[in-house]
T-cell receptor, first 111, second 110 residues
């Protein structure tokens, strides 16, 4: 079974700073998804990356999929308090019902 | 509002109680899921339903009993739970892509 690691586990930064969080796997991803979960809510899908080396941008968020498709990063530029939440990466295996979630990075952006 | 609605949002129950969690989606998705989210642990998949048929049971104890009467509704029946079952229970649906989650039910077993 594929295992996902995310780092850092916790991150607390000031508003306006940049940050990067990482997701790594013991094996190749077929595709990778990033979710954000705000306190008291369910996770919300941000993006899906499929191709090695792929880069996707969503406003101030930049998602990168490693060339070997075993790692991914999420970079946030000029973080805002509204970015606070738990960032989860999830790997989708060959069977579309198999989505494995990482433990998440808990981000706190201080005004 | 994500399109997946869960009720109740919060539930406190004793170990001898029987309760049910409800999930509803009107997104036209064919697959529905129950996940458990505990503190300091990754999201754990519990059950998967495709076209109302259960296709996966991830070694979940029998005190959790799912029911899917149609492709829009999913229930999780709870009985004789343990305090360690306290967690956020999330329902999700999908159409072969990313998961659309509900807001969850925060369950506390006392």
């Amino acid at each position: 079974t594929q295992l996902l690691e995310q780092s850092p586990q916790f991150l607390s930064i000031q508003e306006g700073e940049n940050l990067t969080v990482y997701c790594n796997s013991s094996s190749v991803f077929s595709s990778l998804q990033w979710y954000r979960q705000e306190p008291g809510e369910g996770p919300v899908l941000l993006v899906t990356v499929v191709t090695g080396g792929e880069v996707k941008k969503l406003k101030r968020l930049t998602f990168q999929f490693g060339d070997a498709r075993k790692d991914s990063s999420l970079h946030i530029t000029a973080a805002q308090p509204g970015d606070t939440g738990l960032y989860l990466c999830a790997s989708r295996e060959t069977s579309y019902d198999k989505v494995i979630f990482g433990p998440g990075t808990s981000l706190s952006v201080i005004p | 509002e994500t399109g997946v609605t869960q009720t109740p949002r919060h539930l406190v129950m004793g170990m001898t109680n029987k309760k049910s969690l409800k999930c509803e989606q009107h997104l036209g998705h064919n697959a529905m899921y129950w996940y458990k989210q505990s503190a300091k642990k990754p999201l754990e998949l519990m059950f998967v339903y495709n076209f109302k048929e259960q296709t996966e049971n991830n070694s979940v104890p029998s005190r959790f009993s799912p029911e899917c009467p149609n492709s829009s509704h999913l229930f999780l029946h709870l009985h004789t739970l343990q305090p360690e079952d306290s967690a956020l229970y999330l329902c999700a649906s999908s159409q072969g892509g990313g998961r659309i989650f509900g807001s969850g039910t925060r369950l506390t077993v006392v």
